[in-house]
């Protein structure tokens, strides 16, 4: 279950939510899922109306409790022939990104962020992850360049890769700031279903 604070209680992230849906689900199947008329739900998508807050919470909740985003992942997942998940195709649809842009806003919860660095093969999740954060997004590099005048050297250790990992990340971030890494790390579904 994705812990949410008060900011993703809102009628406005629950038409955002069941927007981003509807690019993986019918109407009909929302309708049978939530347990609302699809009549209802085309007319918050719409904005020809909004759920009122409580109603609005009950969709978050009832979303989560049924995994609908993990579903909607599931659904939209391609692997290749070598066996790889087709990432590509996750980080050019914009109703995946959204959905995981709630997930790491629900995963940040209450935490102050205020920049969001991401690899560039990243980028798309870390500018949707700057939206429903309210951060800036930077591009970081994981591979020394000969154009690394203007980035400063810092390191993780990746559990995904086993490894210390060596990032370039712009120097325009402060000592201050509260910085989350975005990367991409599903590669094939074993590392999906680590995840999950």
């Known amino acids: 279950m994705v812990m949410r604070n008060g900011r993703l209680e809102s009628p406005y992230i629950s038409v955002r939510l069941l927007s981003s849906l509807k690019g993986f689900f019918t109407l009909k199947e929302l309708e049978s899922k939530l347990g609302i008329p699809y009549q209802v739900i085309w007319r918050y998508i719409s904005l020809k109306s909004t759920p009122e807050k409580t109603t609005a919470r009950k969709i978050i909740e009832r979303i989560e409790s049924l995994n609908l985003i993990e579903e909607a992942l599931r659904r ?29 806003s629900s995963f ?17 999740l870390a500018l949707i992850a700057s939206d429903w954060l309210k951060a800036k997004a930077l591009s970081c590099m994981e591979h020394a360049s000969l154009s690394l ?35 991409d790390i599903v590669k094939n579904l074993e590392s999906l279903e680590a995840i999950i």
Do not use: C, H, T
Not at 118 to 124: A, E, T, Y
């Open 149 to 183: 005048e203007s980035y400063l050297r810092s390191s993780y250790v990746s559990l995904d890769r086993g490894a210390v990992v060596e990032l370039y990340v712009p120097s325009q971030i402060e000592v201050d700031d509260r910085v989350i890494l975005v990367r």
């Open 76 to 104: 939209n997942l391609r692997v290749n022939r070598y066996n790889y998940i087709e990432s590509w195709r996750l980080m050019s649809n914009y109703k995946f990104l959204e959905l995981m842009g709630y997930v790491i």
């Open 108 to 124: 940040v919860g209450d935490e102050e962020v205020n920049v969001i660095v991401s690899p560039q093969g990243s980028f798309p």
